[in-house]
């Protein structure tokens, strides 16, 4: 037999072989493609984690790559422990899997004593009495809860983007921030009393984990050094997520080393406001010269009648999605199609929502596996109170996670002093006997509020116990060994009721019925998103929202406030699902004349385009096309720089609202150059060549090192 049949026939070919087996083709390709850099654009419910396991697991059971070596960071504790579970169980437990705070702070903890010969400060739990002193010696109101939450916000923003005190008014003018209550010279202030505070208490902030990071291995060489000698392989998972402060860690942890896999979405970034960048995603071709990007479009999660709409929202039909994200294509059965209504008022909206979902659990979904998703917390209470009234089990999820909570640190640590008594005991008598000393019993306590809460905190613990008890863990040693384990991968339980959330923390979430309310303008988009750049952060805010459903999607909205006059109108995203009624204003036919001229209709509502600026770009100007903003600067860039070699203004090369539709269209040949309005072949001979080179990617200085100089025939305006 030869040295290759062995190695085919070898028990780590034949486990890799398993590993692989699952995977759909384009799966498969992103698990075989070791080394880097690599990209990979995983759309909403294409399997991107199960892909990235397996790619690590291929790499190590190939010998590509050292188990120890590897490092896959991801954002939240909850994805770090799903990562780190699936790798175990695909058997390679030895991979880091962390967030990178918890990647940062690990490496801080090691080397700081090394080389500061003191201690790491403690790292302060909550920032917010922090940050109300600052504001209190700025002579702000340190008791207005709702100034300092928006305070420490900015706070962070700033120091996730790199902003320091001293640059904020400049800089956040630039990026359109502001602080009700609060002018910019004003935060700058308190951001640098802030860290004067902290200075005198000791502490650090969650976000200086990073920031001395990057200090250390940046002004140390030889912490850099260490690290990377340990640390060779990198995986980022939701790339679309990294902040500069994050981008700068990451590329400190690389040093020259380009063996980087990362993943996301850009048509799921719904985080600038903490300072996330997508263009580090949409952007890492360049970043990274000669990078593999590929692609996962096939979604596993939802019926095609709900991908059907999700498409519709980001990418409309005869739009290339080059540049950006994905058109999914859905691999489920058909379903029901998805359902929308319409609402005199929020109370209206409320009733008829708990009516749905008691039509769908009495058709057979599980209360756990129905969610009502909407955008900001204040409309919680109205579906609550509908909920309570309809008898609907239901939970509020919340950004404190379930094993930080007060009453379940206080449960886990009365069953761990239980597992140290008596190891040997029943695990369920244990248990009832432990929450019953703090207040659980096996019957809910009457109304809602706190002790409601609570008591289905301690009843989530109670099922999980049972649940361990089931598969296998009958003492209580061996259950709570089990819960260690879940505590350490932030598996919390699913509790048996509706899950209430915004959108935002939905992400990365999952449910067989989902109904997203309050989608109307005001709210989807949200009224302070007045930027283009901000309105399609809502529009993808709420395609996350529709892609969180396998089977049963409904949206709805109301046309009034619960005891107010007044007229809303259903969200600009909604297009044709909101009705043609809704749209009256916008598709009425122009006045007959004597010169009929043909109607342009808009490619997101449908309905009549009057401006020429709206015909140009194909949409109204509040009916916003996703469009990648840096293709757009890079446009404007080579513009300028035919103007000046021309002697022309700029707007006679092409005019803004031309550029707008070529960033928005991204053609890639001649015929898609003639499909924008404005640009003629006469355009097209003369920039076509340029312009189809900057979209495909190539940097704006060699296009125009290599532009023609000007011809006798002078360009006119487009």
Same mark, same amino acid.
């Given at each position: 037999?030869?040295?290759?049949?062995?190695?085919?026939?070898?028990?780590?070919?034949?486990?890799?072989?398993?590993?692989?087996?699952?995977?759909?083709?384009?799966?498969?390709?992103v698990?075989?493609?070791?080394?880097?850099?690599?990209?990979?654009?995983?759309?909403? &419910?294409?399997?991107?984690?199960?892909?990235?396991?397996?790619?690590?697991?291929?790499?190590?059971?190939?010998?590509?790559?050292?188990?120890?070596?590897?490092?896959?960071?991801?954002?939240?504790?909850?994805?770090?422990?799903?990562?780190?579970a699936?790798?175990?169980?695909?058997?390679?437990?030895?991979?880091?899997?962390?967030?990178?705070?918890?990647?940062?702070?690990? #490496?801080?903890?090691?080397?700081?004593?090394?080389?500061?010969?003191?201690?790491?400060?403690?790292?302060?739990?909550?920032?917010?009495?922090?940050?109300?002193?600052?504001?209190?010696?700025?002579?702000l109101?340190?008791?207005?809860?709702?100034?300092?939450r928006?305070?420490?916000?900015?706070?962070g923003?700033?120091?996730?983007?790199?902003?320091?005190?001293?640059?904020?008014?400049?800089?956040?003018a630039?990026?359109?921030?502001?602080?009700?209550?609060?002018?910019?010279?004003?935060?700058?202030?308190?951001?640098?009393?802030? =860290?004067?505070?902290?200075?005198?208490?000791?502490?650090?902030?969650?976000?200086?984990?990073?920031?001395c990071?990057?200090?250390?291995?940046h002004?140390?060489?030889?912490?850099?050094q260490?690290?990377?000698?340990?640390?060779? %392989?990198?995986?980022?998972?939701?790339?679309?997520?990294?902040?500069?402060?994050?981008?700068a860690?990451?590329?400190?942890?690389?040093?020259?080393?380009?063996?980087?896999?990362?993943?996301?979405?850009?048509?799921?970034?719904?985080?600038?406001?903490?300072?996330?960048?997508p263009?580090?995603?949409t952007?890492?071709?360049?970043?990274?010269?000669?990078?593999?990007?590929?692609?996962?479009?096939?979604?596993?999660?939802?019926?095609?009648?709900?991908?059907?709409?999700?498409?519709?929202?980001? %990418?409309?039909?005869?739009?290339?999605?080059?540049?950006?994200?994905?058109?999914?294509?859905?691999?489920?059965?058909?379903?029901?199609?998805?359902?929308?209504?319409?609402?005199?008022? =929020?109370?209206?909206?409320?009733?008829?929502?708990?009516a749905?979902?008691v039509?769908?659990?009495?058709?057979?979904?599980?209360?756990?596996q129905?969610?009502?998703?909407?955008?900001?917390?204040?409309?919680?209470?109205?579906?609550?109170?509908?909920?309570?009234?309809?008898?609907?089990?239901?939970?509020?999820?919340?950004?404190?996670?379930?094993?930080? $909570?007060?009453?379940? $640190?206080?449960?886990?640590?009365g069953?761990?002093?239980?597992?140290?008594s008596?190891?040997?005991?029943?695990?369920?008598?244990?248990?009832?006997?432990?929450?019953?000393?703090?207040?659980?019993?096996?019957?809910?306590?009457a109304?809602q &509020?706190?002790?409601? +809460?609570?008591?289905?905190?301690?009843?989530?613990?109670?099922?999980?116990?049972?649940?361990?008890?089931?598969?296998?863990?009958?003492?209580?040693?061996?259950?709570?060994?089990?819960?260690? #384990?879940?505590?350490?991968? #932030?598996?919390?339980?699913?509790?048996?009721?509706?899950?209430?959330?915004?959108?935002?923390?939905?992400?990365?979430?999952?449910?067989?019925?989902?109904?997203?309310?309050?989608?109307?303008?005001?709210?989807?988009?949200?009224?302070?998103?007045?930027?283009?750049?901000?309105?399609?952060?809502?529009?993808?805010?709420?395609?996350?929202?529709?892609?969180?459903?396998? %089977?049963?999607?409904?949206?709805?909205?109301?046309?009034?406030?619960?005891?107010?006059?007044?007229r809303?109108?259903?969200?600009?995203?909604?297009?044709?699902?909101?009705?043609?009624?809704? $749209?009256?204003?916008?598709?009425? +036919?122009?006045?007959?004349?004597?010169?009929?001229?043909?109607?342009?209709?808009?490619?997101?509502?449908?309905?009549?385009?009057?401006r020429?600026?709206?015909?140009?770009?194909?949409?109204?100007?509040?009916?916003?096309?996703?469009?990648?903003?840096?293709?757009?600067?890079?446009?404007?860039?080579?513009?300028?720089?035919?103007?000046?070699?021309?002697?022309?203004?700029?707007?006679?090369?092409?005019?803004?609202?031309?550029?707008?539709?070529?960033?928005?269209?991204?053609?890639?040949?001649?015929?898609?150059?003639?499909?924008i309005?404005?640009?003629?072949?006469s355009?097209?001979?003369?920039?076509?060549?340029?312009?189809?080179?900057?979209?495909?990617?190539?940097?704006?200085?060699?296009?125009?090192?290599?532009?023609r100089?000007?011809?006798?025939?002078?360009?006119?305006?487009?």
């Amino acid at each position: 037999m030869t040295s290759q049949s062995s190695a085919s026939a070898s028990p780590s070919a034949e486990l890799d072989e398993s590993v692989l087996a699952g995977l759909d083709p384009e799966q498969r390709l992103v698990a075989t493609t070791v080394g880097g850099p690599v990209a990979v654009i995983a759309g909403a &419910g294409t399997g991107k984690t199960r892909a990235i396991t397996h790619r690590i697991v291929h790499a190590v059971l190939t010998g590509q790559q050292r188990a120890g070596a590897i490092l896959a960071v991801t954002f939240t504790t909850r994805a770090a422990g799903e990562m780190r579970a699936r790798l175990r169980s695909l058997g390679a437990p030895r991979v880091q899997a962390r967030t990178f705070h918890s990647a940062a702070l690990r #490496q801080l903890r090691y080397f700081w004593p090394r080389v500061t010969g003191a201690e790491l400060p403690e790292i302060a739990g909550s920032t917010y009495g922090l940050v109300a002193e600052a504001a209190s010696r700025e002579r702000l109101r340190s008791a207005d809860t709702a100034l300092v939450r928006d305070l420490a916000g900015e706070i962070g923003w700033a120091k996730s983007t790199n902003v320091l005190p001293a640059d904020y008014p400049v800089l956040a003018a630039r990026a359109g921030r502001a602080v009700a209550g609060a002018d910019p010279e004003t935060v700058a202030r308190v951001a640098a009393e802030y =860290e004067r505070v902290k200075s005198r208490r000791g502490v650090m902030d969650y976000d200086d984990i990073l920031l001395c990071a990057v200090a250390l291995m940046h002004e140390h060489p030889e912490v850099a050094q260490e690290f990377r000698s340990g640390y060779r %392989h990198f995986v980022v998972d939701e790339y679309q997520d990294v902040s500069p402060l994050q981008h700068a860690m990451l590329t400190q942890w690389l040093g020259e080393g380009r063996d980087l896999c990362v993943v996301g979405d850009p048509d799921q970034a719904i985080h600038s406001f903490a300072g996330a960048d997508p263009r580090f995603l949409t952007g890492f071709a360049r970043e990274f010269p000669g990078a593999t990007v590929l692609r996962l479009d096939r979604n596993y999660r939802s019926t095609p009648q709900i991908i059907g709409v999700a498409n519709d929202l980001l %990418h409309p039909p005869g739009r290339a999605a080059v540049g950006r994200g994905v058109v999914l294509r859905p691999m489920r059965p058909e379903g029901p199609a998805v359902g929308t209504a319409e609402c005199a008022d =929020e109370d209206e909206e409320a009733s008829r929502l708990s009516a749905w979902l008691v039509d769908r659990h009495r058709a057979g979904a599980p209360w756990s596996q129905m969610a009502v998703l909407y955008r900001v917390n204040a409309q919680s209470p109205a579906v609550e109170a509908a909920l309570a009234q309809a008898r609907v089990p239901y939970q509020v999820r919340g950004a404190e996670r379930f094993y930080e $909570r007060a009453e379940i $640190r206080a449960a886990l640590t009365g069953l761990r002093a239980a597992a140290g008594s008596d190891p040997q005991t029943p695990a369920l008598e244990a248990s009832d006997r432990v929450l019953g000393s703090l207040g659980w019993a096996p019957e809910p306590p009457a109304g809602q &509020g706190r002790v409601r +809460e609570r008591w289905e905190s301690w009843q989530a613990l109670h099922d999980l116990v049972a649940d361990l008890v089931e598969a296998g863990a009958a003492t209580m040693a061996q259950a709570v060994a089990g819960l260690e #384990q879940r505590v350490a991968d #932030q598996q919390a339980p699913v509790a048996d009721g509706v899950t209430l959330s915004t959108l935002h923390s939905a992400k990365g979430l999952e449910w067989d019925a989902v109904a997203l309310i309050g989608v109307q303008e005001g709210l989807l988009p949200f009224s302070l998103a007045r930027s283009p750049r901000e309105i399609a952060e809502e529009r993808r805010l709420l395609y996350v929202g529709i892609t969180r459903a396998r %089977h049963d999607l409904r949206l709805s909205w109301a046309t009034g406030a619960t005891g107010r006059r007044g007229r809303r109108r259903p969200s600009r995203f909604l297009g044709g699902l909101a009705g043609t009624g809704e $749209r009256a204003d916008r598709a009425a +036919e122009p006045a007959p004349g004597p010169r009929r001229r043909r109607v342009v209709h808009c490619v997101v509502c449908g309905g009549a385009l009057g401006r020429a600026v709206e015909i140009k770009l194909g949409h109204h100007a509040e009916c916003e096309v996703p469009f990648d903003e840096g293709l757009l600067e890079r446009l404007k860039a080579w513009r300028l720089g035919v103007a000046k070699r021309q002697s022309v203004p700029a707007f006679v090369v092409f005019t803004d609202a031309t550029l707008m539709a070529l960033a928005q269209a991204e053609p890639s040949d001649e015929r898609g150059l003639l499909e924008i309005r404005g640009i003629g072949r006469s355009k097209a001979r003369r920039y076509g060549q340029d312009v189809l080179a900057i979209i495909g990617g190539l940097d704006v200085d060699e296009v125009l090192a290599g532009a023609r100089a000007p011809g006798d025939d002078q360009p006119s305006g487009g």
